[in-house]
């Protein structure tokens, strides 16, 4: 079933213009990204959202601040009930929809319930509402009335508080004019954000002193997210097989995010892999600024090409 909505989500995205590459790894925090234009997005595609740990969670939320992306999480049910249309769920601050949902979303057509501690709300443009209001040269008091509805309600409308979407349609149908806002599920881009974190591994650590502040990843296909003007994805890596797997995604990630990437080994038989650059540990320690450790990336790619 979930094979059914990785199909779905692909199809979509490529349907309306997004550039896709996959990562379907055991034990990742993300499925895929998703690019247009300037649009990011990371999805994680589950049966049960349940399933969804916090760690991982928090993760993809930490992946999307590092590359301004918009990060979703796409179901078909909890332990108690399927996932409706048309309605927005949350896990751990990332919202999560239906794969329908998605598809809509996509094509413009925005989500306007959200799902709240086990209630289906929305929220009104008060300003629209107010603006009802004073064109029809109604009191408070006097709207209230017509609508069936305590003053003291319509007053938290005014205020932007939220309510059921049977309260909203009915007060729509009344006033014949729409006041549910819609929820932005894929766009207002994320502001960029940095991390600093203690790696806590010595390889890691060196690549921090040289000034690369780092956000760290357990569930990622790399190790580490390094910011110094540009960014880049950092993996350590061991022996023949793990260090051209990790080149594979690091090479992806690469392509679907325009920052550099590179894998720090104690040994390899070559000087990088498919386009990744790969620094030895006695050179890592052998250089002292930043500059050196750049300029060793830009000369391995180049003897790659």
């Known amino acids: 079933m979930r094979e059914e909505t990785i199909n779905r989500t692909i199809s979509a995205l490529h349907e309306n213009g997004y550039a896709v590459t996959t990562f379907f790894r055991t034990n990742t925090c993300f499925d895929l990204i998703a690019v247009k234009g300037n649009k990011k997005l990371i999805v ?3 049966e049960n959202i ?11 939320r930490k992946l999307g601040s590092v590359l301004e992306a918009n990060c979703v999480i796409i179901g078909k049910k909890t332990k108690v009930f399927g996932l409706e249309n048309g309605v927005v769920y949350e896990r751990y601050g990332i919202p999560v929809v239906a ?5 809509k979303a996509l094509e413009n057509e925005l989500p306007k ?8 709300i929305v929220e009104i443009n008060f300003e629209k509402l107010r603006e009802k209001r004073e ?19 319509l007053y938290r409308f005014e205020k932007g508080a939220s309510t059921s979407l049977e309260t909203a349609k009915k007060m729509e149908e009344h006033l014949h004019q729409g006041f549910v806002k819609e929820i932005s599920l894929l ?3 994320p502001e960029k954000e940095e991390f600093d974190e203690e790696p806590g591994e010595k390889l890691l650590e060196r690549i921090r002193e040289l000034g690369v502040k780092m956000a760290l990843f357990r569930h990622s296909p790399f190790d580490a997210y390094g910011s110094a003007v540009e960014g880049i994805f950092i993996s350590t890596g061991k022996g023949k097989f793990d260090i051209p797997r990790k080149a594979a995604e690091l090479k992806k990630m690469r392509g679907a995010s325009d920052a550099d990437s590179i894998i720090i080994a104690k040994e390899f038989g070559r000087r990088s892999i498919d386009d990744v650059p790969i620094i030895f540990e006695e050179e890592l320690y052998s ?4 500059k050196d450790l750049k300029k060793m990336m830009r000369e391995r790619e180049e003897n790659e090409k």
């Open 287 to 290: 250089i002292s600024k930043l």
């Open 135 to 153: 064109e029809m040269e109604l009191s408070m008091d006097e709207l209230s009335k017509k609508l069936g509805v305590a003053s003291e309600t």
């Open 187 to 189: 766009g207002n881009r």
């Open 99 to 103: 794969i329908g949902t998605f598809e």
């Open 44 to 46: 994680k595609i589950y």
């Open 50 to 60: 349940d399933s969804i740990r916090k760690e991982q969670g928090e993760e993809l």
């Open 113 to 120: 319930v959200r799902h709240f501690k086990g209630k289906n």
